[in-house]
């Protein structure tokens, strides 16, 4: 929502060998938010089983 200064990314993987925090974490350098929030949700799980992994302030 840009009028909200807010922006959201999905990152979808596919099998064991991914890592997705890493391309959040490129996603984070190439942006420079004020402000981050990211939540990893496990496929086949329902949504309120989503866990917060990383909140925080960049920078």
């Known amino acids: 929502m840009p009028e909200q200064g807010a ?7 596919c099998g064991r060998q ?9 996603i984070l350098q190439a942006l ?5 929030e990211m939540t990893i949700v496990e496929r086949g799980m329902p949504i ?6 990383i909140q925080g302030a960049s920078r």
């Open 7 to 13: 922006c959201y990314v999905d990152v979808f993987t």
């Open 18 to 26: 991914t890592r997705p925090e890493a391309a959040a974490q490129v």
């Open 32 to 36: 420079h938010p004020a402000a981050h």
């Open 48 to 53: 309120p089983a989503a866990r917060p992994c």
